[in-house]
């Protein structure tokens, strides 16, 4: 069985700044891509940023030079760095990994979500 467990998310101002984590755990072999989502009420979920195993990183272009995603491959756990932060970055982010057991391959988890509101 595999968890990944979001936290970091909660209230803050217009400009100010969060960091998530997500940590995995379970019968883990290896992870490939880690990733940030998130969805706003009424629109679909959507990807923020993406690491891969060797740190290859991608953003949407809206965060771009305000967030930053990283990965500790010891702990098995991904952060996002969120800066700058605006109203509409307002969302519930969830944390991603394609994970990969033995006997099983790999298949894509995705964590429980945590609020991410930002005030104007």
């Known amino acids: 069985q595999v968890q990944l467990v979001e936290s970091g998310g909660g209230l803050v101002q217009t400009g100010g700044s969060l960091r998530l984590s997500c940590a995995t755990s379970?019968?883990?072999?290896?992870?490939?891509?880690m990733g940030w989502y998130r969805q706003a009420p009424g629109k679909q979920r959507e990807l923020v940023a993406a690491?891969?195993?060797?740190?290859?990183?991608n953003y949407a272009d809206s965060v771009k030079g305000r967030f930053t995603i990283s990965r500790d491959n010891a702990k098995n756990t991904v952060y996002l760095q969120m800066n700058s932060l605006k109203p509409e970055d307002t969302a519930v982010y969830y944390c991603?990994?394609?994970?990969?057991?033995?006997?099983?391959?790999?298949?894509?988890?995705w964590g429980q979500g945590t609020q991410v509101t930002v005030s104007s």
């Open positions: 690491i891969t195993s060797g740190g290859v990183t």
């Open positions: 379970g019968s883990i072999f290896s992870i490939n891509t």
């Open positions: 991603n990994a394609a994970i990969y057991r033995l006997g099983r391959g790999t298949s894509t988890y």
